[in-house]
């Protein structure tokens, strides 16, 4: 098993266990993707805190481990949200291989979107 796979397969575990021990069986797919959504924006929160995004206070020295934390927080909801919505990890690494191969072509001028060109044409 790959780690991306392992990650999902714990996250599903967490996932059962959170819903059954908690009663929480009720709540429909698209709403715990609405929570999940939420509570990713509030992890994003907690990590825009850690970066110094407040250019009206003094910066502090990043604490480069509550980073690490932040973006792991981040990882649970988005692999949750991927079992959801019914995509694997096989799937997830699939997609962002093709997302990431048309961010290239956008970026070189090879799409047929515009507008991303790293040199103006």
């Known amino acids: 098993m790959d780690k991306l796979e392992h990650i999902f397969e714990l996250q599903a575990r967490f996932d059962k266990a959170l819903i059954e021990k908690r009663n929480l069986g009720h709540i429909k797919p698209e709403e715990w993707i609405q929570k999940e959504v939420l509570a990713m924006v509030s992890e994003l929160g907690e990590l825009l805190n850690e ?15 509550a980073v690490k934390e932040e973006l792991v927080d981040i990882l649970h909801f988005l692999v949750s949200m991927c079992i ?14 093709a997302k990431n191969k048309e961010n290239f072509n956008r ?15």
Do not use: R
Request: hydrophobic share 30%; glycine share 6%; aromatic share 18%.
């Open 51 to 65: 970066v110094n995004f407040k250019w009206w206070k003094n910066p502090k020295e990043i604490n480069y481990n």
């Open 107 to 121: 970026q070189e001028g090879k799409s047929q979107k515009s507008g991303y060109e790293w040199e103006a044409k």
């Open 84 to 97: 959801k919505a019914g995509m694997t990890a096989q799937d997830l690494y699939q997609a962002y291989l």
